[in-house]
């Protein structure tokens, strides 16, 4: 009988992986495979479109490729999911509905942005960017919120399912307002806080990746960039209001006019009506827009084969793209440490013999792997295949995809 799918957010531990093919239990082996992976004639029980291009690869990447960057994950060894078992994230309802806890997100985010801000894209990042070069990667969909992708390899086209923080969006108005700004103002409206946050830098906490060092000094970081203080003066903390609202206040669903006020310093006052801004994220219990969806959906659909690298699959936007890919028969490989969400189906009646070319399943460190396989591929001759315009390119030629795809 088939287990269930299982709930989002999933916090628990995943079963440990069948590494596929066997001598993929190494780096040398793991690449080897993927080798053979990208490589291998398209699988003919794939029914490819008139825009498709069968010999190549859509990847998925997550959380757990930006760990070489200093960046937590949430399901790995040292993933906040593991680390910390009280870490809940906070839900988009809470957010839109509540004062005291936008206070508290903000306040927190304030003291995790250096962190992300200061990070950069690591080997695997640049790694998919040589693949892209090469002509094997045809799409990126991340569920990674650190615009990494976009750093490392701006030409190969990422789509970021989960949206971004590299700015923020406001609830009423829609417009978008970048992050530095922002949090420029919190420094302002904020000076205890800003003080607090020069401290914690001075301190070094921020500059080790060791969670176990950070948390010694005081600090706890997450994967989206916040940074966990029990016991915080969060309600003292302030935010700006957004400034497209604070000078023309939008009209409200049902036609009424929305008001927004800031106190003296120009911070957001709870008599407003609008104004309120966001990250320009997917938020649990936020839906992910729907030209979004369509466009990861093409993305699958356009490509031959499947990479998945860094994520355990556990949200259901994620793990309904590598389902469409088993069901349209792509070949599937994963390189990820840990378990995956229902990985079992992914490589049931895979050829005898196989040597990656129908699927592969290896848990290495994906900054120690995909950059030996740019290496590997470079050095037996292949480089890439780009006769076929992509499906990515034709949906950045295409005015409602263009704002998707970075």
């Known amino acids: 009988m088939q287990k269930p799918l299982i709930r989002i957010p999933y916090t628990g531990p995943l079963p ?74 906070i839900y988009y309802h809470e957010f839109a509905a509540n004062h005291e806890a936008r206070k508290r997100y903000w306040a927190r985010s304030f003291l995790g942005w250096t962190n992300l801000h200061k990070a950069r894209p690591n080997p ?52 978008e307002y970048p992050r530095e700004e922002f949090q420029t103002q919190l420094s302002k409206l904020n000076p205890a806080w800003d003080a607090f946050l020069a401290e914690i830098i001075r301190s070094g906490a921020l500059d ?30 302030r935010y700006p209001a957004c400034p497209h609202c604070l000078a023309n206040p939008p009209l409200a669903g049902d036609g009424t006019q929305t008001k927004v006020e800031i106190d003296i310093d120009g911070a957001w006052k709870t008599t407003s009506t609008a104004g309120i801004l966001k990250p320009a994220v997917v938020m649990f219990g936020e ?52 378990g995956v969400r229902g990985e079992e189906l992914f490589f049931q009646n895979l050829p005898i013999g196989q040597k990656g070319e129908a699927g592969v399943r290896a ?24 006769e076929h315009q992509s499906v990515a390119q034709h949906l950045q030629n295409n005015t409602p995809f263009k704002d998707m795809l970075s």
Request: aromatic share 6%; hydrophobic share 35%.
């Open 16 to 89: 440990a992986p069948t590494i596929i093919p066997r001598f993929a239990n190494s780096i040398t082996g793991a690449i080897a495979a993927l080798s053979t992976f990208l490589t291998a004639p398209p699988s003919h029980l794939v029914h490819h479109q008139h825009s498709s291009d069968p010999k190549s690869t859509v990847i998925i990447t997550g959380a757990g490729i930006s760990v070489a960057s200093g960046l937590a994950d949430y399901r790995g060894t040292n993933g906040t999911y593991r680390v910390n078992q009280t870490y809940r994230p």
């Open 124 to 175: 695997t990042h640049y790694a998919i960017k040589s693949l892209g070069s090469m002509g094997f990667i045809r799409n990126v969909i991340t569920q990674n919120v650190d615009s990494f992708h976009s750093i490392a390899h701006p030409d190969l086209p990422t789509l970021e399912l989960h949206g971004y923080l590299r700015a923020l969006t406001c609830v009423s108005c829609h417009n």
């Open 208 to 237: 080790t990746e060791n969670p176990d060092e950070r948390r010694s000094r005081g600090v706890q970081t997450n994967p989206d960039g916040d940074i966990d203080l029990p016991g915080a003066p969060y309600t003292k903390f």
């Open 287 to 338: 839906s992910i827009a729907g030209v979004v969806k369509d466009a990861a959906e093409m993305a699958v659909d356009g490509s031959g084969r499947m990479l998945i690298v860094g994520t355990s699959l556990a949200t259901y936007s994620a793990w309904r793209l590598a389902k469409r890919a088993l069901e349209r028969g792509m070949p599937i490989g994963i390189l990820n440490l840990g």
């Open 363 to 386: 848990e290495q460190a994906s900054d120690r792997v995909l950059p030996g396989l740019v290496e590997q591929l470079r050095r037996t001759g292949f480089h890439g295949h780009k």
